[in-house]
């Protein structure tokens, strides 16, 4: 199994600056730097080949014809080809993630046209609002429409989808490479307040022998959800405990979140406010918003100085040994704005004044009721860019890249040779050199396991290879039956989270009945990682995808451009996982004989190999149907309670 391990050296290279000759640029407006990109490449003239331009709609046009199928766009929601539907750009905090919302908590703005026989890619480099119109209004167009003009329009030219993803991927830089245990699993909650909790969930999971790497802090473990600092009633001798569950093979990984609490004598705010690095009003004054800290001010990350600073704070937890991170709230999420607030209550007032009919009523919820997030709120604050003063929502999506950049920033200078934990919730293509991403708060919902495996590839095309799912769905109450399949999946995803909100059942693994089972499946992950981590690194170095749909490989097999529920991983395996209730099989389509492996643990499992074509298989519960392609090989290792106690060296290996 040589190259398995391969060595780490290189892969914190942030993407070296090369010529690309296979991608020409386009300029509309004046594009900002986004910091998306590494790579030079060729300058074009006019319009894109291709493509019909509306300079009073500032609307860009493509016709498509009936086999033109369209992948990529990350963080969206529906299926794998994004064709029929419209997707905007424009990083939200919505939690309900359903077929008829347009924006979540990302954008991504690279995708693939391809009608089977040429393809190409665009990526549109705009930071602020983007429209992706996929088919939707008329059904044999796409239209890309940027609220404000100043865009990067890159074409990518290539033979085939992969050869594409490859050339983006020199253009926009190498993946983030999180540490080996991050492969591990974590367990997560909106809940755990004290180290007493935390003990028990490590406690609880050592008792049953299930592996564990990591358990996440949300944010309770702060004092009054200040970013920077620690409860100390909550957790005393924080840096002994983090020792203690270091002992346990236990890794904390603490969120930090965007806005920073008004509190006088709170260094952080003390600090930002006299060297100036909050974003700031039209008056110069800074903004005020509230989210869980109460009142805070946003750090304006896209200023260097700012950033710098920043992402220095988050020593005074890795000092306290901590080597990981989670980002959180940084679209950025706003409860409401103090400016925005005052003007609802005279609203509010005035309809009080008046006499409301039945539409005066619905205009009164509307007021009320959109006060989060309010598209108005991001007109309100400004950043210094570059030198530039830019209104926010010119810039909205960098916010929660240049957040993140600003932790990885920090960590690189601390020390270039250790690699820290971290993923981010808002993201923007670019970013992926910077960390991994979660989806956010998705649901505990069938459909919803479906989408964490829609998404991944999109999500992979954009370089981001360490990303995965909340596991057993973020809000509502979850099932056992939909937990277990939703493992059976994310045993699959680098980056393998159980995480509930506040107030919703318990989904800690030992909370349900068939402990062995989930057991089985943790253990069936630990047993896969040499072979999760060396695809996923391979991936890494040739910017290629860890994550594949069916088609990328076979794409002179017709119906896998419809395979819209099974997935390659890696160089070896196709999975087909089980995401409806109540089902005890599936169909699967195989586009080449392949070998199914029927795990019901890493140690017990059997073979068969079967013909290319349609298939019911059956797949019980506790089972994870793993199907190797002709001439590949599955390592596996032993599993072991942390990842770094497995011996990458000691394998079994099965052959088709
Ligand atoms: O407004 O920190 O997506 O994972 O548990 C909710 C509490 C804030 C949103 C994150 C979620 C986290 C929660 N946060």
Redesign the pocket.
Known sequence: MQGLTPALENLTVKGKSMKIDNIVKYEFGEPYDTGAVVSETKRGTGIPEGFRYDADAQTLYYGLNEKDMIFGLGETVRGINKRGWIYVSNNS?D?AHDDNKTSL?ASQNFLILDDGKSCFGIFIDNPGSVTFDIGYSDTNVMSIHPEYNDTTFYLINGNSPLEIVRSFRVLTGKSYVPPVWAFGYGQ???GYKTADDIREVAASYKELGIPLDMIYM??DYMQDFKDFTVNPDRFPDFENFVKEMKEEGIHLVP?I?AGVKIEDGYDVYEEGKSKGYFCKKEDGTDLVAA??PGKVHFPDFLNEEARKWFGDKYRCLTDAGIEGF?N??NEP?I?YTEDHLKEVFSQVKEFENKEMDIWGFFDFKDVVGSIANNPEDYRRFWHDFNGRKVRHDRVHNLYGFYMTRSASEAFERMDPDKKILMFS?ASYTGMHRYGGV?T??NTSRWSHLLLNLQMMPALNMNGFLFSGA?IGG?GGNTTEDLMMRWIAFGIFTPLFRN????GTRDQELYRFERKEDFKNLIELRYALIPYIYSEFVKAVNDNGMYMKPLYFEYRNDERCREVEDQLLVGDSIMIAPVYEQNKTGRYVYLPEDMKLVRFRSYNDYDTEVLEKGDHYIKVGLNEVPVFIRPGKELPLGKPARQVDKIDMNDLEIIRF
């Open positions: 905090d939690p908590y997560s909650r909106w949300d944010i969120i979140d989210v869980w989670w959180d709230m999420a409860f919730r979660w956010g708060d909340d973020f995480h509930s909100a506040l």
